[in-house]
């Protein structure tokens, strides 16, 4: 148990809905790291928070979207969702930016 | 970052040494080389980390080459729960650095 939690665990639903996704850091880690896992694409980085600030962006669709709130949970917003975006979402924490980065269980997203 | 190249599949036996190869030739003097695993779909799990010093810790022990144009992770005594993906990173240790993962290898562990 890495101590990051993400909920939920599965989501199911359909073209062009809208999903949040949400993080929770271990205690005292001030990052967050999105990353998407698709079955062609692998482990990919997708944004980058520490302590309320994006910070770094990486391959995000503008229809994705992400937060990081003053208790420091995170969430990721995806919108306009397509077949495409059926994926393992991850998300990651570390004490400050450049430290070692602890992943949660992810998402398993399913787009119908 | 640096790319690297690692091995598409290994086999080990239960109780064995892993050892996991990693070729970084075109490493700079200030990337790191880091270790992750991910177990079946589970989030990529932190194993263990070095700049030029070879390192341990509990889960395994990091070996880089004097020229650290390489690496090999060990883990000393495999068991069939240390079958996963291994991925070889090096990065920088900057401010929002992100992980750049390749295709890793697939460590299957036998009885």
């Known amino acids: 148990d890495s101590g990051v939690t993400q909920t939920p665990k599965h989501l199911i639903t359909a073209t062009g809905q809208r999903v949040t996704l949400r993080c929770s850091p271990r205690?005292?880690?001030?990052?967050v790291y999105w990353y998407q896992q698709s079955l062609d694409q692998g482990l990919q980085f997708l944004i980058h928070y520490y302590n309320g600030e994006e910070r770094a962006k990486g391959n995000i669709l503008e229809r994705f979207s992400a937060q990081q709130f003053p208790d420091l949970h995170s969430e990721l917003n995806l919108s306009s969702l397509e077949l495409g975006d059926s994926a393992l979402y991850f998300c990651?924490?570390?004490?400050?930016?450049?430290?070692?980065?602890?992943f949660g269980p992810g998402t398993r997203l399913t787009v119908l | 970052d640096a790319k690297t190249t690692q091995p598409t599949s290994m086999d080990c036996a239960e109780g064995r040494a892993a050892n996991l190869p990693c070729n970084h030739s075109t490493i700079s003097g200030n990337e790191y080389v880091y270790w992750y695993r991910q177990i079946h779909s589970q989030g990529p799990q932190y194993i263990i980390h070095g700049l030029k010093n070879n390192e341990t810790n509990e889960m395994a022990s990091l070996i880089i080459t004097e020229d650290r144009k390489s690496s090999t992770l060990i883990l000393p005594h495999a068991t069939l729960r240390d079958t996963a993906v291994y991925y070889c990173?090096?990065?920088?240790?900057?401010?929002?650095?992100?992980?750049?993962f390749g295709a890793g290898t697939i460590l299957r562990v036998k009885s």
């Open positions: 205690s005292g880690d001030l990052s």
């Open positions: 990173i090096v990065r920088v240790m900057e401010y929002g650095n992100k992980l750049v």
């Open positions: 990651a924490s570390s004490v400050g930016s450049a430290n070692e980065q602890f």
